[in-house]
């Protein structure tokens, strides 16, 4: 047995005390008082605005405060403690009957014209990005009633499995330029460039074309080459590239030659680009952190950076909007509400958590700058495939397209990657007044 001296008792209660005082247990009741470093306050420059935040990243960065709706529950399929909007109405807008139409679904992209809604999106047998993966179409003239599928781009080359690299296709988004509808598309593993082709009321498709000048180490997909293949944007493809700019919109896959940068300030990797305009006139840009199951890297955060209308965007910083992760898009309604739509259903950041894309939400806020609310308008999705081995898919609703038309928000999305699913909600259900 170890005797106690007197001298080994001082030693004991002098190391005692400095532990305590280190913990920030040295008084009664101040267990769980938070350091005095969780207390600092700092005033950063993201892009063109000034914000002062307490808020830091596990790993110190500086975070900007945008969130000020709850977080996310754990119970994900049911809401994610949400208020879920039963007025939302649901729908199909195409499913593949057999594996050979295309079991991969993703990407959505919706628009209505001259009374007409319109929809697209990337399709293809063996899974996500896989080479070969063309683009598809529908049209509804009315809620509920969809044509068949039709192909909008066809397979820009060989048609093959996942695990092959090669020339694929990723739909970007529609646009109308003197009433005339364009589908604009991105040409990917070749290169990284848009092409488009108008679609006519009566279906007719016109001659695909550049949108911006092939890259050096790009090549065409079959289907444009040729004795003519261009190399250069045709006068409407220019004008299609300023239409961007000039309606508040960006590529989902933009990059330096767009002023964008992918790096964030805490060195994070990010994607999927999309802009609204402020209240207050500002730009805000905000990417999704690169995350996925075989690369638990991400943070759970929406990324933003902010600017006035001039030059570049500088690199963006975490925010505390959560991201599930997966891909989102806001809109700016007429009085400059801004909803964000997408999958902010995570229930603590910085865990590299990769969830199930569910429930779907749209965010409000009054200013584009703090989201205060939060609803589930699709929850409850299918945990399983009806084809199975189809690379890249994971469940729940996700990647969507939104338009308001008429009092309603329209969103297109895809289901589990396999089928594409649309919703419909009244802007009244959203109480923004």
């Known amino acids: 047995m170890t005797r106690i001296t007197k001298q080994h008792h001082i030693f004991w209660t002098v190391g005692l005390f400095i532990l305590l005082q280190s913990c920030g247990c040295g008084k009664a009741g101040q267990a769980d008082a938070p350091k005095e470093e969780d207390d600092r306050t700092t005033k950063i420059q993201v892009g063109t605005r000034d914000v002062e935040t307490d808020q830091f990243t596990s790993k110190g960065t500086p975070v900007v405060p945008m969130w000020k709706a709850p977080m996310a529950t754990v119970d994900i399929r049911n809401g994610a403690g949400f208020p879920i909007l039963s007025d ?6 195409w499913q593949p009957s057999v594996r050979e139409d295309g079991a991969y679904n993703h990407y959505a992209c919706l ?20 080479p070969g993966q063309r683009v598809l179409y529908a049209h509804a003239d009315e809620w509920g009633n969809w044509t068949d599928a039709e192909e909008l781009f066809p397979a820009p080359g060989p048609v093959l499995p996942r695990s092959e690299n090669g020339i694929h296709l990723k739909p970007d988004r529609w646009a109308i330029i003197d009433d005339v509808l364009y589908a604009i598309t991105y040409v990917h593993g070749v290169g ?5 082709r108008a679609v006519s009321e009566e279906g007719t498709l016109g001659e695909p074309f550049l949108v911006q000048s092939l890259p050096n180490n790009g090549s065409l997909p079959v289907f444009m080459e040729g004795d003519d293949a261009p190399t250069a944007p045709s006068p409407i493809g220019e004008r299609l590239y300023r ?26 990797s990010l994607i999927e680009s999309f802009i609204y305009r402020a209240k207050d006139g500002g730009l805000v840009l905000m990417l999704r952190d690169w995350g996925h199951a075989n690369n638990p890297v991400h943070t759970n955060r929406m990324y933003v950076s902010f600017n006035d209308g ?22 700016t309604l007429e009085d400059g509400t801004v909803l964000l739509i997408g999958n902010q259903n995570v229930n603590r950041y910085d865990q ?16 584009g700058y703090t989201f205060d609310r939060v609803y589930a308008f699709r929850t409850g999705s299918p945990t399983g495939h009806r084809f199975s081995g189809i690379g890249g898919r994971n469940p729940g609703y996700a990647y969507s397209s939104s338009i308001v038309r008429d009092g309603w928000l329209y969103t297109m999305y895809s289901i589990g990657k396999e089928d594409m699913g649309i919703t419909r909600v009244p802007l009244s259900a959203l109480e923004l007044e």
């Open 88 to 93: 939302a109405e649901h729908d199909v807008v």
């Open 111 to 130: 628009i209505h014209h001259n009374g007409r809604f319109y929809a697209m999106w990337g399709n293809h047998e063996f899974g996500e990005d896989a």
């Open 192 to 196: 990284v460039y848009p092409i488009a």
């Open 243 to 268: 239409w961007y700019r000039e309606n508040d919109q960006i590529s989902w896959w933009a990059n330096a030659s767009w002023g964008v940068q992918r790096t964030a300030v805490d060195g994070q």
């Open 310 to 331: 001039t030059g570049g965007w500088a690199a963006p910083y975490p925010t505390d909007i959560p991201d599930s992760p997966s891909r989102a898009q806001a809109l």
């Open 352 to 367: 590299a958590l990769y969830l199930d894309r569910d429930p779907m939400t749209i965010s409000i806020s009054k200013d």
